[in-house]
């Protein structure tokens, strides 16, 4: 089941304020850039770049997942291993809020996310 709509205005909102901040400088976006997408009851944060093989081509690359759970309010939080599964966050695998996940995601105090 996906989010409502009023849900999702809410998310587009903190997450655009999470772009405005993470995002690299306009002249390197082609080179680099940070997106999110919704998908379902979750949102995905994402990396875009050229595909090395073919640079006419992007190529997106998972950074961080939250799910939101109904049923608790919360929501939780992953990041993708290099066996391109993800993962619950151990230090923090569940947050009140979407903007505590960004908050958490832009520290990345584990090295989880960005590397």
């Given amino acids: 089941m996906a989010v409502n709509s009023l849900q999702v205005v809410d998310i587009i909102e903190v997450m655009e304020n999470f772009l ?11 080179k680099l850039d940070i997106s ?7 949102v995905v944060i994402f990396e875009v770049r050229p595909k090395f093989s073919d640079p006419k081509k992007m190529h997106e690359s998972p950074v961080a997942k939250a799910t939101y759970v109904k049923s608790t309010g919360n929501w939780k939080v992953h990041w993708m291993r290099a ?3 993800w993962v619950y966050y151990e230090p923090m695998p569940l947050v009140k ?19």
């Fill in 36 to 42: 999110y997408r919704i998908e379902g009851q979750s």
């Fill in 83 to 85: 066996n391109l599964k």
């Fill in 20 to 30: 405005d901040k993470v995002r690299p400088p306009e002249e390197m976006r082609k």
């Fill in 97 to 115: 809020t979407l903007k505590e996940f960004t908050i958490e995601v832009d520290k990345d105090s584990h090295g989880c996310f960005w590397g």
